[in-house]
C-alpha cells in the first residue's frame, strides 16, 4: 500500500484542483506506472475547488491495481454548494464507484449525508460528474423521519440549475421551516399534515433567475402565534414560476383550496363542493419594489367571482397607484356572511337575507376610487329587523370622481319597504358625478295608499363645508291610521297632504319652502316656516310655525286613556324654536273654535286629567259632591296656552276667574268648571304632568 500527498505539485504548478486539472491527472497516473507491485494506492488532495463549490478532505485510492476489475475510489467529509444554497452541504461523502479520466470525473455510485439547519438526514444515495467546464449531481431518497428529498445539480461556470423533490414533508418539518415562510405572524405549530414539493431553481453566481415550484400541502391543521391565521384538515395546491428579464421578475401563480377550512382574519373560508382558486400573473421590480400585476382572479364556485389588473407596491406597505377590479356573485347571501359580515363587529347586514346577482367594476388610482359601477337583478332582501324589504330589485349605479363626467343610473323594484313603511313599484332615475348627486326624472312614489312626488332632489358639495341639498316635491293622501300602524306608534287617523315647493340645506341651514299640510282627525295641521341650523351636527337648532284647525277632540281622546272629549280643538304653536330637539321657547294656545256648534261633552276622567295640568282641584271637587253621580258633563268651551321661556311656561286660559283662570267653562247641566292656580309651571314638571296622561303606552286601539 502506498499513501502519497500531491498537494505540493498543485501549488509548485501554480494551479488549484478546478477541474481536475490535466497535469494532476498525468501526474497520478505516472506514479500509478510505478506501483504495479502495490494492490492499493491512496492520495490525500485535500480540497477541490471551483468557482461554485468546494469538495474538503479529499481521499482518493486506487484497489486491487494488479487485477484486471481495479477500482477507484473517492471519499471527501464536505461538499459545500454556493448562495443560495450554502446552508445546505453534504458530509461523509464515499464513492464506491469513481470514473476518472483526463478532465472529467464521475462518482457512479456513492453515499454522503444531508446536513442544514433545517434537515438532517443519514447517508443516502449520491451520484456527481465533474469536469473543467460544467458539473452536476443527484441526490436520491434523503429523509427525515417519513419525509423525502431528491436533488438534482448542474453547474456551468457560475451558471447553476437544480431540481429538488420533497415528498411526504411531515409537521416536524413544516414547523422548522416556518421562520423561512414570508408570513408577518409566523406559525405557533403544524399539528399535523404533510407537504409534497417539487422545485426547479436555476440562476447565476448567488442569484436565482428563474424557478418553477409546485406544491401539495395534504391535511395540514396548525395556527400563527396570533391567530390570524389557520388551517383545519387543509388540501392546498400552489404553484408559482418566474424568471429575471433586464432587472424585472416576471411570474405567474395558481393555488387551489380542495378540501378543509383556512382563516384569514377576519375571513373563514370552508371548502364543501369545487375548489377555491386563485390565479395572479405579472412583472416586479425587486429594486423598487414597483408590481405590475397583469391579471389576477380569484373564484369561489357559488358564492363569488373576482378578476382584474393592480400596479403598486405590495411589499411591507400596500400602495395602489392604478388597479381594475371586477366582481361577479350569483349568491348574494354567502357573499354577504362571507366576505362583508366578517369586517363589521355589529353589522347592518347581521339580520338580512338577500337573494339575487350582482356585478360591480370599480377603478382606483393612487389609492383613491375614481370610477365605480354597480349592476344587480332579482334582488330581494328581507331583514329579521324590519328595517328595509326588496322585492324584484333591479338596477345600475354608476359613479365617477370626475366632477364635470356626469353618471347615469336607474333603480326600480316592485316593493320596498321601510321600516315597515311599503313603497309599490316605482323606478327612480337619478345622476351623480363627484361627490354630486341629481334626481334626473321626477318620481311617484306610490306610498300607503296615497303618493310621494318628489320633483326635484339634489346635493352639491362644497370645499371644507357641509354639501348643499335641495328638495322640491308633494306628499298626496298618505294614510296616517296606515302609517302609524306601520311605525307602531298610537294610530291616528286621517291623512297627509301637502305641497313642498322647496327644502334646502344650505349654510348649515335647512330651510322649508311652502307649508306641509296634514290632515288628520277630521282637521288640519299646517307646518310652515321650518327651518333648521346644524342639523348634523351635535346640537341642532329648530325653528317652526304651526297651526291646527278643527281636530275633532272626540277621534283625538278615543286613542288615549286620556278620558273622552267630543267637541273640536284648534289652536297654534307660534315662534317654536327647538335647541337640541328641546323646546327653549314658543307662543302657544289650543282651545274649542269660536264658530264649533258640534257637542261639547267632556267625561270625569278627562276633567281631571286637565285640572292636574292647570293645578285645579277638579278631583276633589267631583269625589265630595253629587257630581260624582255623573259621568260627562257639558262644557262650553275648553281653552289652554303657553308661553315658554327660560324653563318656565306661563299658563293662560279661556278667561281669569278670581286667583286663577278658567281651562274649561261650563255649559248646559250637569255642567262643570275647571280652574287652574299656578300661573307659572316649570317647564319639565309640565312635560311630566303632559307625559303620564297621554302616555302612548296607555293607548287605546280600537
Known sequence: MKRTNYERYAAFQGISYVGFNKYFFILFCLFLTTANAIDTAMMDVAKITSTTWNLEGVKLSLEDINKKNSQLILSATKLTLPKPFNDLSLADIHC???????????????????????????????????????????????????????????????????????????????????????????????????????????????????????????????????????????????????NALNGLWHWQGESRLLGGALYVDPVYLEVTGQPISVNAQGTTNLVTSFTDIQSFSFQQPDVVRVSGSAQGSFSKQVHVDKADVVLHSDTLQSLLTTYINPFFTESLFANIKISGNLETRLSVVQQTLTDAAVNFGKINIEDDQGRIAV?????????????????????????????????????????????????????????????????????????NDEPDVSFAGSVDNLSLEQLSKRMGWTPLSGNISGQIPGVDYHNKVLSLGGELLIKVFDGTIKISQLKSSGLFSGFPRVESEIELDNLDLEQLTSKFEFGAITGRLSGFINNLVLDNWHPVSFY?????????????????????NIASIGGGGASDLLSRSFLSLFETFRYDKIGMGCYLHDGVCQMMGLEAEGQGYYLIKGGLLPRIDVVGYNPRVNWDVLVERLGRVAAPEKAVIQ
Open 588 to 608: 302657544a294656545w289650543f282651545g274649542t273654535p269660536d264658530d264649533d256648534d258640534s257637542s261639547h261633552r267632556i267625561s270625569q276622567k278627562a276633567v281631571k
Open 96 to 242: 464506491d464507484k469513481l470514473v476518472w479520466t483526463q478532465n472529467e470525473m464521475d462518482c457512479l455510485q456513492g453515499k454522503a449525508s444531508v446536513k442544514s439547519v433545517y434537515w438532517q438526514s443519514p447517508s443516502t444515495d449520491l451520484t456527481f460528474h465533474l469536469n473543467s467546464k460544467s458539473s452536476t449531481f443527484q441526490l436520491a431518497n434523503a429523509r427525515l423521519g417519513d419525509s423525502r428529498l431528491s436533488l438534482n445539480a448542474e453547474f456551468k461556470g457560475n451558471d447553476w440549475r437544480i431540481q429538488a423533490e420533497a415528498k411526504h414533508v411531515n409537521k416536524a418539518l413544516l414547523n422548522k421551516l416556518s421562520p423561512l415562510m414570508s408570513l408577518k405572524s409566523k406559525l405557533a405549530f403544524i399539528k399535523q399534515g404533510s407537504l409534497n414539493l417539487s422545485a426547479t431553481l436555476s440562476g447565476r453566481d448567488d442569484k436565482v433567475l428563474a424557478f418553477d415550484v409546485t406544491a401539495k400541502i395534504n391535511g395540514v391543521t396548525g395556527q400563527t402565534e396570533d391567530g390570524k391565521m389557520a388551517a383545519e384538515n387543509t388540501n392546498l395546491q400552489l404553484h408559482l414560476k418566474g
Open 391 to 463: 322585492k324584484e330589485g333591479k338596477g345600475s349605479v354608476n359613479w365617477s370622481a370626475n366632477p364635470v363626467e356626469k353618471k347615469q343610473s336607474e333603480l326600480s323594484w316592485q316593493v320596498l319597504s321601510l321600516k315597515g313603511v311599503p313603497i309599490d313599484s316605482a323606478t327612480l332615475k337619478f345622476a351623480s358625478w363627484g361627490n354630486s348627486f341629481r334626481l334626473t326624472d321626477n318620481v311617484k312614489l306610490p306610498v300607503l295608499n296615497g303618493t310621494i312626488a318628489v320633483d326635484k332632489f339634489s346635493l352639491q358639495p362644497k370645499p
